[in-house]
């Protein structure tokens, strides 16, 4: 981690050279914190009890810590997922609900599907917990593609499936929108997609969210199509694919947007990280809406092909991953060597949102019914 700080001073002028008229995002230096436990995903953060909680998930088992304040000492623990049956699981989204329930959603690839691999097919499913997040209730898969899986893809992971996902709240929160990367099906279909479930079934989600298709929330989420906010530019099924996945997006006060950040992967290994995108966004119900992606980190300031996840932690109080203001802690593979710093345009100079893009070219909740198959 020592290249960090120099990184964050190149970073630092390149993003400063990005064009004023629109809203924009920076990365400063700021001294490095890492997130407590092994990450392999988004880490939900959360308070609860008056401390911050964040969920770190590297499939089993799940860690639990909490603290003071985002720069104070960590206490963890294991997450009891006795109710999973030793399933893997990624928790990779989290909030805290008016019931003191914390809602919770996870990352599943199922093993086995395969003989003499390990290539699999993510699903989406969602969990609670009574006790601030120590033990966790499975409420079943509620996000899973329609699409046959390929078994001949070659980006070394995935034969399809939806994965890789944020979820947060819209400001009224009548719905909560799931964020998340499609890796199968028609390279058509394949990239960041969405869907929602109304906020009021949080607890007994099964069969209620719906996938976004081609203008309206009709298909539902287990098995139904989507159309893609970003496609792919080469799909999943390649060793090379160029493709934006693993959204991350949060509420900024400061914008009075919404803010999604991108990871880009492009060329082999299958996923080679090509650089972190950020995109606006002023209405979930308005999927197309979204600006097209802008380069937050070039590849040459990242530290290794493998290095994802990039998220925000927020620096006012109550502020998580999903809620972050004017400046917050940029993470990436669960560390912060930066500040991100967020700048609205002129009231006089605002632009409308861009097109969708495409990567650029390198040229009371209840529990599962035990009876039903894991999806």
């Known amino acids: 981690m020592s290249r960090f700080p120099l990184l964050a001073i190149l970073v630092a002028a390149f993003c400063a050279s990005t064009p004023a008229r629109a809203q924009s995002a920076a990365l400063v230096e700021a001294p490095p914190l890492t997130l407590p436990g092994q990450t ?9 009890g008056g401390k911050l909680h964040v969920f770190t998930s590297i499939g089993w088992p799940q860690r639990l810590s909490r603290a003071d304040n985002l720069f104070a000492a960590w206490d963890s623990e294991r997450v009891d997922t006795r109710d999973f049956r030793n399933r893997t699981l990624w928790v990779e989204s989290a909030l805290v609900d008016e019931e003191s329930v914390v809602c919770a959603w996870y990352h599943h690839e199922p093993g086995g599907m395969y003989e003499g691999n390990l290539l699999t097919a993510p699903k989406i499913g969602a969990a609670v917990s009574f006790d601030g997040g120590r033990t966790l209730l499975d409420l079943g898969i509620i996000l899973e593609s329609g699409d046959e899986p390929d078994p001949a893809a070659r980006n070394g992971f995935f034969t399809g499936g939806h994965g890789d996902f944020s979820v947060v709240a819209d400001r009224d929160r009548q719905f909560l929108y799931f964020f998340f990367t499609n890796y199968g099906g028609a390279p058509e279909s394949q990239g960041i997609c969405v869907a929602r479930l109304a906020y009021a079934d949080r607890h007994a989600p099964r069969g209620k969210v719906r996938k976004f298709h081609r203008g309206t929330w009709d298909e539902p989420g287990l098995g139904g199509a989507c159309t893609p ?10 060793p090379d694919p160029e493709a934006f996945w693993g959204p991350a997006v949060h509420w900024n006060t400061h914008l009075g947007r919404w803010v999604m ?26 999927p197309g809406t979204w600006s097209a992606p802008a380069l937050l980190l070039p590849r040459s300031a990242i530290p290794g092909w ?9 620096l006012e109080e109550g502020d998580n991953d999903s809620v972050a203001g004017e400046t917050a802690r940029f993470f ?15 009231e006089d100079a605002a632009a409308p ?6 990567p650029p070219s390198r040229t009371t909740p209840r529990p599962v019914d035990r009876d039903t198959p894991d999806k």
């Open 332 to 346: 990436l593979h669960g560390t912060s060597a930066w500040e991100i710093r967020f700048t609205r345009p002129p």
């Open 40 to 48: 392999d995903g988004n880490s939900p953060l959360f308070w609860f």
């Open 261 to 286: 950040l991108l990871n880009s992967a492009g060329g082999e290994p299958g996923w080679s990280q090509q650089g972190i995108y950020v995109a606006y966004g002023a209405d979930l119900a308005q």
């Open 229 to 238: 906010i970003f496609r792919v530019t080469r799909d999943w099924s390649n």
């Open 353 to 358: 949102p861009g097109p969708p893009a495409t």
């Open 306 to 314: 493998s290095t994802f996840y990039p998220q925000v932690c927020g």
